[in-house]
């Protein structure tokens, strides 16, 4: 079946510092999405890509829909403690098709 | 709105005894998924419903699992007998599909469940 691969599993940086995370798929999606998952909570929708080649941004984050739709990065600017969290990529096939999800990137910001 | 509502958010039992989670979608959300999370599998699809019909159960790992949902307010995922592999977070996610690309399911917080 179709697999994310999101790595590494874990990054530690320093606040105030730009992180960039990149997903890749063995397959192409239509729709690239980004969630971050909070301690003790869900995961809730950051960034929605919906064409190849797209770049969205939302607030200090900045998301990039690949040119051959096999692959997104995430990009966080100034990062601040709140950052912390796990950040997913998942991609869509077609428009009412499931997700699938990565495995997600676990974020730490040292103050 | 008060989002998805999931019941209980910490639920503790025993190797063979029957687990029920429940979740309350987001009124007006025609789209209702069954997530689990684990740290070796991450976030997998069990089940999703559209307008109360099940869609797509090929994520539900075997028999001992099972959803339904008898309306457009309310589901159910059980597990039994219930075994230890089963511990994870459970995710139930909602949406309303209004024809566009995209996908913005919204995420309840989660029931941990724990089989000693």
């Known amino acids: 079946g179709q697999q994310l691969n999101q790595s590494p599993q874990s990054m530690f940086i320093q606040e105030g510092e730009d992180v960039s995370m990149n997903c890749t798929s063995s397959?192409?999606?239509?729709?690239w999405l980004w969630y971050k998952q909070d301690p003790g909570e869900g995961p809730v929708l950051l960034i929605a890509?919906?064409?190849?080649?797209e770049l969205t941004s939302n607030g200090r984050l900045t998301a990039q829909f690949g040119i051959t739709r096999k692959d997104s990065f995430l990009n966080i600017s100034a990062s601040i403690p709140s950052d912390v969290g796990i950040y997913f990529c998942a991609g869509q096939y077609g428009a009412n098709s499931k997700l699938t999800f990565g495995k997600g990137i676990t974020l730490s910001v040292r103050p | 709105d008060a989002g998805v509502i999931q019941s209980p958010r910490h639920e503790v039992t025993e190797m063979g005894q029957e687990v029920t989670l429940r979740c309350k979608p987001i009124s007006g959300h025609d789209y209702l998924f069954w997530y689990r999370q684990t740290m070796m599998r991450g976030l997998e699809l069990l089940i999703y419903f559209n307008n109360n019909v099940p869609i797509d159960d090929s994520g539900m790992p075997e028999d001992r699992f099972s959803a339904k949902m008898p309306n457009a307010s309310f589901s159910t995922l059980k597990i039994q007998p219930s075994e230890p592999r089963d511990s994870a977070v459970y995710f139930c996610?909602?949406?309303?599909?209004?024809?566009?690309?995209?996908?913005?399911?919204?995420f309840g917080p989660g029931t941990r469940l724990t089989v000693l």
């Open positions: 397959s192409i999606f239509n729709t």
């Open positions: 890509l919906y064409k190849a080649g």
């Open positions: 996610a909602s949406r309303n599909y209004l024809g566009l690309a995209g996908d913005e399911q919204f």
